[in-house]
Structures are given as structure tokens and as C-alpha cells.
């Protein structure tokens, strides 16, 4: 059900009691700007935005630093040699 906000304010028990049979919709001058919904959806909700959420390659480095900080572990990285590059030989 769609409700103005003052109407959503004066009867908000009424507000709560429909959000158990379909959520409600609360506007403020035509635009939707709330919505009352059963905390079961809410919380499915909730779980699935966690699933959808992706790492990041940022989050995958702070947490590869923070287990190289708990296991004492560091990377040694070899000093820089020079390689066969074909493309600078082929140059007159």
C-alpha cells in the first residue's frame, strides 16, 4: 500500500501491522522516499547484498599483508637482470 508521509506518521502501528502482508510504501510529494517492509525480507536482503558483494584486489593485498605480518613472512624480491629483448636487437 502506498501511504503520504503524514498519513504514515498519524497511523504508523496500522504502517507496521500491513508490512506483514506487503511492504508499504511511505511518499513525500510523489516521490517514494521510505518503505516499511517485514524484518524476514529485510534480513534475506541483508544476506544476499553479502553474497553479492565482491572482494576487491585492495582487500585481497590487505588481507595477503596481514597474514605475512601474523606468520612473520617476507617476500625477497631478486635484483633486476637485463633479458633477451628481440625487439631492441632487431633495431638498425
Known amino acids: 500500500m502506498n501511504w503520504k508521509i503524514e498519513e504514515a506518521q498519524q497511523k504508523f502501528s496500522e504502517v507496521i501491522d500491513a508490512a506483514v502482508a506487503e511492504p508499504q510504501l511511505i511518499y513525500n510529494q510523489d ?27 585492495a582487500d585481497a593485498f590487505t588481507q595477503l599483508r596481514q597474514l605475512c605480518a601474523e606468520e612473520n613472512y617476507t617476500i625477497e624480491i631478486p635484483d633486476r637482470e637485463d633479458r633477451f629483448n628481440p625487439f631492441v636487437d632487431s633495431l638498425p
Open 31 to 57: 516521490k517514494v522516499v521510505a518503505a516499511v517492509i517485514e524484518i524476514e525480507i529485510f534480513q534475506e536482503f541483508l544476506a544476499w547484498q553479502q553474497q553479492q558483494r565482491q572482494r576487491s584486489l
